[in-house]
Structures are given as structure tokens and as C-alpha cells.
């Protein structure tokens, strides 16, 4: 069994490049819209089931068009991510889990891993703490940056 999973890794195609796809977290109803979309046209055999299609396409502008926010907090408080005006998140955090982190990106459909350095590229930050431009223009100053700051300046200084 150990070599015939061998022999599938070699000859799969995941390490191309494009292979990997990722598309951002949608609705429950988007779901749920293109399921019964399938379902009428599998099952039905009458010209109803071309309903079916009309129900996918349905699903899928819901999918395309699902809102996202444009800030999260973290259960405790420790990771803030902005939405900037570019689409992308950018995090600060001042905690070393990286699980919020890890989460939120691969819901925003976005490949950077928590270790990336230029997550925190949308903050801009001085001695006072840090700030953010929001999609609508509008600043935003969470309080989480304020330590990650201290500790930053200090390496910056040595």
C-alpha cells in the first residue's frame, strides 16, 4: 500500500504551478442554492431541470459576491487583520500563535502563510501605537499593536 501512494505523489499534479487553487469562504446559502440546483438537474427529466442551471448560476454570483469584513479580532484580542483598499488583509498580532492567522487567510482565499513578513505591510505604526487605511478611506487604530511596537522599536534601536 506504502508504494502505491508513493507512486500516486510522484505522478500527481499539486506541484505544478497553478494546481492549487483558492477561491474565498462563502455563504451557507450559496451552498445550499447550488446543492438543490444540482439535485433538480440530476433527478429531474423534463425541461424543469434546466431550473437546475439557472439555480447553479444563481449559487455561484451569490459565491462570487459573498461580503467580507473588512476587520477581525481574535478571541483574545492578540491579532487584528484590516482589509486594505487593495482587497488584501493585512495582520498584526502580538502573540505567537498563528491559528487566527492561518484561519482567517486561507478564508480570504489568500496563499501567504502566518509567517509572512509582509502581512503587516497595510499598518503603519510609530511610538503612539498603530493604524490602518480601511476600504472606504477611513482609519482604524486597533490596540493590539501597541507591545509588538515596544518590541519592534527596541530591535530596530540594537
Given at each position: 500500500m506504502g508504494s502505491g501512494i508513493d507512486w500516486m505523489n510522484a505522478i500527481a499534479l499539486s506541484g505544478l504551478p497553478?494546481?492549487?487553487?483558492?477561491?474565498?469562504?462563502?455563504?451557507?446559502?450559496?451552498?445550499?442554492m447550488a446543492s438543490v440546483g444540482l439535485f433538480v438537474l440530476c433527478l429531474l427529466r423534463t425541461r424543469w431541470r434546466l431550473a437546475g442551471v439557472a439555480l447553479v448560476l444563481a449559487a455561484i454570483a451569490?459565491?462570487?459576491?459573498?461580503?467580507?469584513?473588512?476587520?477581525?479580532?481574535?478571541?483574545?484580542?492578540?491579532?487584528?487583520?484590516v482589509r486594505g483598499s487593495d482587497g488584501r488583509l493585512s495582520i498584526l498580532r502580538n502573540s505567537s500563535d498563528p491559528l487566527a492567522m492561518r484561519d482567517w487567510l486561507s478564508a480570504d482565499g489568500d496563499g501567504r502563510e502566518p509567517k509572512d513578513?509582509?502581512?503587516?505591510?497595510?499598518?503603519?505604526?510609530?511610538?503612539?501605537?498603530?493604524t490602518a487605511r480601511l476600504p472606504?478611506?477611513?482609519?482604524?487604530?486597533?490596540?493590539?499593536?501597541?507591545?509588538?511596537?515596544?518590541?519592534?522599536?527596541?530591535?530596530?534601536?540594537?
Open positions: 497553478g494546481a492549487v487553487g483558492r477561491i474565498p469562504a462563502f455563504g451557507v446559502g450559496a451552498l445550499l451569490m459565491a462570487v459576491h459573498a461580503p467580507r469584513p473588512d476587520v477581525m479580532v481574535s478571541a483574545n484580542a492578540d491579532a487584528v487583520a513578513t509582509n502581512l503587516k505591510d497595510g499598518f503603519l505604526c510609530d511610538q503612539m501605537g498603530c472606504d478611506g477611513t482609519w482604524f487604530r486597533p490596540r493590539v499593536g501597541r507591545k509588538q511596537l515596544r518590541r519592534t522599536a527596541s530591535w530596530q534601536a540594537s
